[in-house]
């Protein structure tokens, strides 16, 4: 069973400096910065290393997977629903839970797809205790994306292929926009690209270091 109180009720103080910590390096987003706030990381990994949920760094989940950093997060997601908040979107590669968890309180129906079915046995009961219910998940190859709920108002792509996947691209509603981290190995930049037609514009935003976008199911 997941320990909603415990930690989480006892760090406030720790959680509140976590959001401090996001506001020196530059996330503005009032709504983003409340989520994160309110989103008990603790839950999303191991006891073993829970004491260290509340600090700004990536941290391993199994299976050669990490939970992302909060201010990734924070910047990916701020990214996302910046200008307008889309109603329909789509993660590639729910990992732990956590970004989908942080989605799912500001977005109204988020589809997200994971290619390790551990990790999403897990992602689910952890999103199910928090009463999450606006989330479909697919056990699935992420570069697949899920065709059959397309085109989203945004994408977000928590790990990096080297080249933008062109499948993706093609779900992405006229106006939409995906956020991706994509590059070689250390030269991976996060990258808001919005679609306007058949035209696709590039926005980047920093440079950062992912897990590859795999291909294929584990």
Same mark, same amino acid.
């Given at each position: 069973m997941l320990d909603t109180q415990g930690i989480g009720m006892t760090s406030q103080r720790t959680r509140d400096r976590l959001i401090t910590r996001l506001r020196e390096n530059g996330i503005t987003d009032e709504r983003v910065l409340d989520?994160?706030? &309110?989103t008990p990381r603790h839950l999303f990994m191991d006891e073993a290393i829970a004491t260290r949920a509340y600090e700004d760094t990536a941290l391993p989940i199994g299976y050669g997977q990490t939970i992302s950093q909060p201010y990734i997060v924070a910047r990916?997601?701020?990214?996302?629903? @910046?200008?307008?908040?889309? &109603?329909?979107?789509?993660?590639?590669?729910?990992?732990?839970?956590? &970004?989908?968890?942080?989605?799912a309180r500001l977005i109204e129906q988020v589809y997200s797809v994971e290619r390790i079915g551990a990790l999403?046995? @897990?992602?689910? &009961?952890?999103?199910?205790t928090l009463q999450l219910t606006n989330i479909q998940f697919r056990l699935g190859d992420g570069y697949e994306g899920w065709t059959k709920h397309a085109p989203f108002d945004a994408i977000l792509v928590t790990a990096a292929p080297e080249q933008l996947p062109e499948g993706l691209l093609r779900q992405l509603a006229d106006g939409g926009k995906m956020v991706i981290p994509f590059g070689k190995n250390q030269e991976q930049r996060l990258t808001v690209i919005t679609r306007k037609g058949d035209d696709f514009i590039h926005r980047p935003l920093d440079w950062v270091s992912f897990v590859p976008l795999v291909k294929g199911m584990d």
């Open positions: 989520v994160v706030r &309110q990916m997601t701020e990214a996302l629903v @910046q200008d307008a908040m889309p &109603q329909r979107v789509l993660e590639i590669g729910t990992g732990s839970g956590y &970004q989908t968890a942080v989605l999403l046995s @897990q992602a689910r &009961q952890r999103l199910a």
